[in-house]
């Protein structure tokens, strides 16, 4: 059993990783704590302090707890507001803590497009402009070229979370372009478990979601991969073990 924890802010769309614990197999365990938010608001203050050390520290201790083997800050924008050497210090800060692997899901992002061999990439976010672009910087620290950026303006987590498979799919239309690679949809607030096949059928190219490249990122924290077809291109490249 490899067990993997995650540390996801407030209430929105956690119930992605039960739907994905069951579609990786028996093996896998995901133990999601959820860590105080404060202000729900897409505000680059408000989500610097969404990820501050102190707001984290009791969910990485129940995390060790539990016996997970890494953890991941499972929150896009609780990272990349922090830019490259902020969330590396964010990052270092948890595994010193938690004494496991640990990693954030803006680097997650940025290591799922180089798996799936995306040098380009369109990002879709619900984000607000302003902080969209920040995710946008990010990658591009990390070597990954954004081709464009479509920004629907939400403000909350909590209202993104409400979104159904029409409005995922929208935005992931919205933002693709004929040059991108890829498709990047940010927001672990985004249900996007369940359409994962679909949004890749629709575009064409791989999507990857934000709680799909955390899962993904714990799994190589722990040098697991596992082929599941149900949770897109990024779950089927070699070397595998099928599922």
Same mark, same amino acid.
């Given at each position: &059993?490899?067990?993997?924890?995650?540390?996801?802010? !407030?209430?929105?769309?956690?119930?992605?990783?039960?739907? &994905?614990?069951?579609?990786?197999? %028996? =093996?896998?365990?995901?133990?999601?704590?959820?860590?105080? /938010?404060?202000?729900?608001?897409?505000?680059?203050?408000?989500?610097?302090?969404?990820?501050?050390?102190?707001?984290?520290?009791?969910?990485?201790?129940?995390?060790?707890?539990?016996?997970?083997?890494?953890?991941?800050?499972?929150?896009?924008?609780?990272?990349?507001?922090?830019?490259?050497?902020?969330?590396?210090?964010? /990052?270092?800060?948890?595994?010193?803590?938690?004494?496991?692997?640990? %990693? %954030?899901? %803006? @680097?997650?992002?940025? +290591?799922?497009? !180089?798996? /799936?061999?995306?040098? +380009?990439?369109?990002?879709? $976010?619900?984000?607000?402009?302003?902080?969209?672009?920040? @995710?946008? =910087?990010?990658?591009?620290?990390?070597?990954? +070229?954004?081709?464009?950026?479509?920004?629907? !303006?939400?403000?909350?987590?909590?209202?993104?979370?409400?979104?159904?498979?029409?409005?995922?799919? $929208?935005?992931?239309?919205?933002?693709?372009?004929?040059?991108?690679?890829?498709?990047?949809?940010?927001?672990?607030?985004?249900?996007?478990?369940?359409?994962?096949?679909?949004?890749?059928?629709?575009?064409?190219?791989?999507?990857?979601?934000?709680?799909?490249?955390?899962?993904?990122?714990?799994?190589?924290?722990?040098?697991?991969?596992?082929?599941?077809?149900?949770?897109?291109?990024?779950?089927?490249?070699?070397?595998?073990?099928?599922?």
């Amino acid at each position: &059993m490899t067990a993997l924890g995650f540390l996801y802010p !407030g209430h929105s769309a956690e119930d992605d990783y039960p739907r &994905m614990e069951q579609l990786l197999g %028996s =093996d896998v365990r995901l133990d999601l704590v959820h860590t105080d /938010v404060g202000e729900d608001a897409h505000r680059v203050d408000a989500l610097r302090q969404k990820g501050a050390t102190e707001r984290l520290a009791d969910g990485v201790g129940q995390l060790r707890l539990a016996g997970v083997e890494a953890i991941v800050w499972a929150s896009t924008s609780g990272g990349f507001v922090h830019g490259w050497e902020g969330a590396q210090q964010q /990052v270092r800060a948890l595994a010193t803590s938690a004494g496991t692997p640990a %990693s %954030s899901t %803006s @680097f997650a992002f940025v +290591r799922a497009a !180089g798996e /799936v061999g995306a040098a +380009r990439v369109a990002v879709g $976010a619900a984000y607000p402009d302003d902080v969209a672009a920040l @995710f946008a =910087d990010f990658l591009a620290a990390g070597g990954v +070229r954004v081709t464009g950026v479509h920004s629907a !303006g939400i403000v909350t987590a909590a209202e993104v979370g409400a979104w159904g498979e029409a409005e995922v799919l $929208a935005l992931a239309r919205a933002a693709d372009s004929p040059e991108a690679q890829a498709v990047l949809l940010p927001g672990t607030a985004l249900h996007t478990a369940a359409c994962l096949p679909e949004l890749e059928k629709e575009l064409g190219k791989p999507v990857l979601t934000a709680n799909q490249v955390t899962v993904w990122e714990a799994l190589r924290l722990t040098d697991r991969r596992v082929n599941a077809p149900g949770l897109g291109t990024l779950f089927t490249r070699e070397p595998v073990v099928q599922v």
